[in-house]
């Protein structure tokens, strides 16, 4: 049942790697492409928690407030990586995701109310050296970075908010009113904007593609993470997630050739930032099984 497990988990993350994929694919841009994405994934959460599991929607007033707020961080962070895709190239948006650890490292403490970690501390100074390093070599791509690197603070506030919420509803829940009040927040900034009157000029090619990008790598492995919680533990899980750029990039790379290939010192960067975060995982693991024992 591991293995299997194990097997499931590399999948999603390749699913997810493939995201940014698809976000160079869709000829839409990220306001659209999210609107859309947004849409769409509530929609087949919708038609998955409510006729096939059978599951109540009902939430508190205070609970859907939150998720509503932790959505609107979803959008964000979503627009920001396609964003960062459509600016520059996968690889950048998915280098630049590396940074979540590092605001995660700031924020958790903060919102969980609990000491600084000093592996976190050495760990955030190594990938920011490593961003600098990048950023320096890759200037070119300055506004993708800014992009990427806004999209891991806003991927990190909703990922820390949601584990102060984990609990309370079913997960499945909590994915469909998140996603759902992230497309209901779009869509009212984009109504008083005017900008929603112009979604209509959407290509069937990238509507076709959106819609696979909805169901397939978006409400599928986001269900299909939290059934694997069963099984495995939250660090394995963290730890593989954390192969979602490695994935991304080598498949652009094959993908896209030319317009991903980027200088040795790129490569060098992000695989100590990836080494990193995979060292860092490895000492907190061995510190809570001393706690334990």
């Known amino acids: 049942m591991l293995k299997t497990a194990l097997f499931r988990l590399h999948f999603i993350v390749f699913l997810w790697g493939f995201t940014a994929i698809l976000g160079k694919l869709i000829h839409a841009n990220a306001d659209v492409l999210v609107f859309y994405r947004?849409?769409?994934?509530?929609?087949?959460?919708?038609?998955?928690?409510?006729?096939?599991k059978k599951d109540s929607l009902k939430v508190s007033k205070k609970l859907f407030i939150n998720l509503a707020i932790i959505g609107g961080f979803m959008a964000l962070h979503w627009y920001c990586f396609f964003t960062s895709i459509k600016v520059s190239n996968v690889s950048i948006a998915l280098s630049c995701l590396s940074l979540s650890t590092l605001f995660a490292a700031i924020l958790e403490p903060i919102?969980?109310?609990?000491?600084?970690?000093?592996?976190e501390i050495i760990m955030g100074i190594v990938i920011v050296i490593c961003m600098g390093m990048i950023f320096n070599t890759e200037f070119q791509h300055k506004t993708g970075i800014i992009y990427g690197i806004i999209c891991a603070f806003f991927?990190?506030?909703f990922s820390v908010l949601n584990g102060k919420i984990f609990g309370k509803t079913s997960a499945g829940n909590i994915i469909f009113y998140e996603i759902f009040s992230?497309?209901?927040?779009l869509s009212i900034f984009y109504l008083f904007s005017g900008q929603i009157f112009h979604f209509d000029q959407i290509s069937w090619s990238d509507l076709g593609l959106i819609t696979l990008l909805a169901g397939v790598f978006t409400a599928f492995p986001m269900l299909e993470s939290v059934q694997l919680m069963k099984y495995i533990s939250p660090f394995t899980l963290i730890l593989t997630v954390n192969l979602e750029p490695i994935y991304g990039i080598?498949?652009?790379?094959?993908?896209f050739g030319q317009s991903e290939q980027m200088s040795p010192i790129f490569y060098i960067a992000s695989a100590v930032m990836i080494l990193a975060i995979v060292v860092n995982g490895v000492i907190k693991a061995k510190k809570q099984k001393q706690l334990n024992a």
């Open 38 to 52: 947004m849409l769409l994934a509530a929609g087949f959460l919708f038609v998955y928690i409510r006729f096939f």
């Open 155 to 157: 991927g990190t506030v």
């Open 250 to 255: 080598i498949l652009a790379y094959f993908i």
């Open 111 to 119: 919102i969980f109310k609990r000491k600084i970690d000093l592996s």
């Open 182 to 185: 992230g497309w209901a927040l």
